[in-house]
T-cell receptor
Framework: KNEVEQSPQNLTAQEGEFITINCSYS?????LHWLQQHPGGGIVSLFM???GKKKHGRLIATINIQEKHSSLHITASHPRDSAVYIC????????????FGQGTRLTINP | EPEVTQTPSHQVTQMGQEVILRCVPI?????FYWYRQILGQKVEFLVS????????KSEIFDDQFSVERPDGSNFTLKIRSTKLEDSAMYFC??????????FGSGTRLTVV
């Protein structure tokens, strides 16, 4: 069983749409990370959350610890937001290593 | 903004050869990691390194793999006797602990 599950696996939307990507996890965590991976392969850290909500520009990340669920929202989506978005968690007993979800491939059409 | 630097960006090697992937973590970070991503699959943890020793390793990280911090700045992953299934993107990362997690841009290893 995967410890971190994301949905949807693929998402295609039109420019300007509000985007939501979901992440559920089944283990105790110390933090949850949202990451972005572009076609070239590099990984960029977007957010690290242990509670509540964070906002950076058009990106918003929320986490509900009791429900073991997090969401990443993108407002006013743009073609340059097209990428794979990955949820990863730091497990409490797992030192600082990250356990990754399978990623959500987002395509924003102009 | 501080970066984690990985070299080379792409390496092609013959099956059975040894490769060394190099990383320069962020200078004030204490924890260093190697992850890999086989094409089409999720990123998976290989090994973490703290205080000049391995702090945790995955089942994948067997005797074929080793890590070193040969000086104050470099962090290397050595893969001995490479196999076709070692072809993947290898990511180095460093962190201050729970916070400040930063990834390198990756080394794409192709074993032929």
């Amino acid at each position: 069983k995967n410890e971190v599950e994301q949905s949807p696996q693929n998402l295609t939307a039109q420019e300007g749409e509000f985007i939501t990507i979901n992440c559920s996890y089944s283990v105790g965590i110390s933090a949850l990370h949202w990451l972005q991976q572009h076609p070239g392969g590099g990984i960029v850290s977007l957010f690290m959350l242990s509670s509540g909500k964070k906002k950076h520009g058009r990106l918003i990340a929320t986490i509900n610890i009791q429900e073991k669920h997090s969401s990443l929202h993108i407002t006013a989506s743009h073609p340059r937001d097209s990428a794979v978005y990955i949820c990863a968690v730091s497990i409490i007993q797992g030192a600082q290593k990250l356990v990754f979800g399978q990623g959500t491939r987002l395509t924003i059409n102009p | 903004e501080p970066e984690v630097t990985q070299t080379p960006s792409h390496q092609v090697t013959q099956m059975g050869q040894e490769v060394i992937l190099r990383c320069v973590p962020i200078s004030n970070h204490l924890y260093f990691y190697w992850y890999r991503q086989i094409l089409g699959q999720k990123v998976e943890f290989l090994v973490s390194f703290y205080n000049n020793e391995i702090s945790e390793k995955s089942e994948i990280f067997d005797d074929q793999f080793s890590v070193e911090r040969p000086d104050g700045s470099n962090f290397t992953l050595k893969i001995r006797s490479t196999k076709l299934e070692d072809s993947a993107m290898y990511f180095c990362a460093s962190s201050e602990g729970w916070a400040g997690y930063t990834f390198g841009s990756g080394t794409r290893l192709t074993v032929v």
